[in-house]
């Protein structure tokens, strides 16, 4: 995919078609611009509940001191 010189990363769900935090913790580097999330995510119709939300919020602010990047929550 061309994404002006971009990398995407595809963060596999488990067997509930949910985001595994530790394996998506591993995939932002400082490099990381974005982290996309669909929710409720189709076709699938799973909806990310409020704690695996706010869980990918304290990871994303314990990466914004380890990358120096922005927060992305």
Known sequence: MDNFGGVS????????FLPPLDKLEKAI???TK???I????NPTGVVYSEKLLTDMG??????????GRPSFY
């Open 38 to 41: 669909n929710s409720p995510n």
């Open 9 to 16: 990363r595809i963060v596999p769900t488990d067997g509930d």
């Open 34 to 36: 974005a982290v996309l």
């Open 58 to 67: 304290t990871f994303s602010k314990r990466k914004k001191s380890s990358t």
């Open 29 to 31: 580097t400082a490099k």
